[in-house]
């Protein structure tokens, strides 16, 4: 069963920073393609961010210029950096395999306050 763990969210000003990070356990990490998505109170899930096996990435146009998705195979771990954050970023970040998604973890809560 893999299981998936998001951290590094919080509660900053617009136009701060964050860098999320999220560990699968297990190694099938590396031949996945991964993503990012969040959640908004009231709102679907919406994707935010992907990463390849070949790290190619691609992203949101709500996000693009401002988020960057990464991936440390090595540690089984992705991470989203998200600059010039907005209030409208405010949700529970969560991360998957894009192809056939795990079960879903916890999530991380970011709150950006204007």
């Known amino acids: 069963q893999v299981q998936l763990v998001e951290s590094g969210g919080g509660l900053v000003q617009a136009g701060g920073s964050l860098r999320l990070s999220c560990t699968a356990s297990?190694?099938?990490?590396?031949?996945?393609?991964m993503g990012w998505y969040r959640q908004a109170p009231g709102k679907q899930r919406e994707w935010v961010a992907t990463?390849?096996?070949?790290?190619?990435?691609r992203y949101a146009d709500s996000v693009k210029g401002r988020f960057t998705i990464s991936r440390d195979n090595v540690m089984n771990t992705v991470y989203l950096q998200m600059n010039s954050l907005k209030p409208e970023d405010t949700a529970v970040y969560y991360c998957?395999?894009?192809?056939?998604?795990?079960?879903w973890g916890q999530g991380t809560q970011v709150t950006v306050s204007s």
């Open positions: 297990g190694s099938i990490f590396s031949g996945n393609a």
């Open positions: 998957n395999r894009i192809y056939s998604p795990y079960n």
């Open positions: 990463i390849t096996s070949t790290y190619i990435t």
